[in-house]
């Protein structure tokens, strides 16, 4: 199970930190990865990390603004994000799946085991 949190709504320029706290499972583990669906629009994936692989990934609109890390300690995946803009304004859905059957980036979502029931962030201009 993945639960997400942290969401909420913030000015452009702002940041938040989502958290993604599973159970069931080791995030050390799995692979995790950050997707978020705009209304209107497609789903995308945002980021991915792979602790046993040393895998980050992110997707360009993310790159220099988010950041993923994992704590196993916390068993919790975090996106932190910087710089937000009003087109960040997404659901965003935190999934897992064991990191070898991860092979693509951004994963494919078909291929995520686990997803949450995600958290919505609202960017204001």
């Known amino acids: 199970q993945l639960v997400e949190s942290g969401g909420g709504l913030v000015q452009a320029g702002g940041s938040l930190r989502l958290s993604c706290a599973a159970s069931?499972?080791?995030?050390?583990?799995?692979?995790i990865g950050w997707f978020r669906q705009a209304p209107g629009k497609e789903r995308e994936g945002v980021s991915y990390?792979?602790?046993?692989?040393?895998?980050?990934w992110y997707a360009d609109s993310a790159k220099g603004r988010f950041t993923i890390s994992s704590d196993g300690a916390k068993n919790t995946v975090y996106l932190q994000m910087n710089s937000l803009k009003p087109e960040d304004t997404a659901v965003y859905y935190c999934?897992?799946?064991?990191?070898?059957?991860?092979?693509?980036?951004?994963?494919?979502?078909?291929?995520?085991?686990?997803w949450g029931k995600g958290t919505l962030v609202t960017v204001s201009s």
């Open positions: 999934t897992g799946a064991p990191s070898k059957e991860v092979t693509t980036y951004p994963p494919l979502p078909a291929g995520m085991h686990y």
């Open positions: 069931g499972f080791t995030v050390s583990d799995y692979g």
């Open positions: 990390i792979s602790s046993s692989d040393g895998i980050t």
